[in-house]
């Protein structure tokens, strides 16, 4: 049973590039919840999609946006980096938004540095 | 602004000991709580989750929940050198399972 799939899991950019970043979520699961850690922080959550629509989104601005695929995996696309967005991107899904006996499972990750 | 506070670290103790880790949070509607384990350079790995008001325990974790208090933590019996770990309490908002507010964790060190 596969879980949570994430790449790349390290990536360099300079600022004002884009990025995107991809997630495969465990079999079985429906839902993707993308987060942004940094360094000593917990994970800040950005956006969640399901049925191939962002249903909930947190204070990020607009610079981050995503995409999910019928086959429920799913893309978050970073333009006009800054040097702030160096962070660990977690990827996490879960079966059925809003449902409360459907805890989180997190990849490991993709390790985005600006330079 | 929803807030989930960890007590500050870190957090000692000697290999066999009971770890007590702490979170409050500030949502009072908040519906269910949880401790995920991460590992330096890794993703977070979830440990135990809770919904209602008391003990949960599953194998040497023990999660409280205390929601007049808004208070949840978590046990760990017989500590292990392989629980050195950061120690994240989560908690979901209202409806929205996927939605969680993360604490900034608590780092923990079991000394052999």
């Known amino acids: 049973d596969a879980g949570v799939t994430q790449s790349p899991t390290h990536l360099i950019k300079t600022r004002g590039q884009q990025v995107t970043l991809r997630c495969s979520p465990k079999?079985?699961?429906?839902?993707v919840s993308w987060y942004q850690q940094a360094l000593g922080q917990g994970p800040q959550f950005i956006f969640q999609?399901?049925?191939?629509?962002?249903?909930q989104r947190g204070n990020f601005p607009d610079r981050f946006s995503g995409h999910q695929f019928p086959n429920y995996s799913s893309e978050l696309n970073v333009n006009a980096l800054l040097l702030g967005d160096s962070a660990l991107y977690l990827c996490?899904?879960?079966?059925?938004?809003?449902?409360?006996?459907?805890?989180?499972?997190f990849g490991n990750g993709t390790r985005l540095t600006v330079t | 602004q929803k807030e989930v506070e960890q007590n500050s670290g870190p957090l000692s103790v000697p290999e066999g000991a009971i770890a007590s880790l702490n979170c409050t949070y500030s949502?009072?509607?908040?519906?269910?709580f949880f401790w995920y384990r991460q590992y330096s350079g890794k993703s977070p790995e979830l440990i135990m989750f809770?919904?209602?008001?008391g003990d949960k325990e599953d194998g040497r974790f023990t999660a409280q929940l205390n929601k007049a208090s808004q208070y949840v933590s978590l046990l760990i019996r017989d500590s292990q050198p392989s629980d050195s770990a950061t120690y994240l309490c989560?908690?979901?908002?209202?409806?929205?399972?996927?939605?969680?507010?993360f604490g900034k964790g608590i780092t923990l060190s079991v000394r052999p």
């Open positions: 989560a908690v979901n908002e209202r409806g929205a399972n996927s939605k969680l507010t």
């Open positions: 949502d009072r509607g908040s519906q269910s």
């Open positions: 079999s079985g699961h429906d839902t």
């Open positions: 809770i919904y209602s008001n």
């Open positions: 996490a899904s879960s079966l059925k938004s809003g449902a409360l006996n459907s805890p989180l499972h």
């Open positions: 999609y399901y049925e191939e629509e962002e249903r």
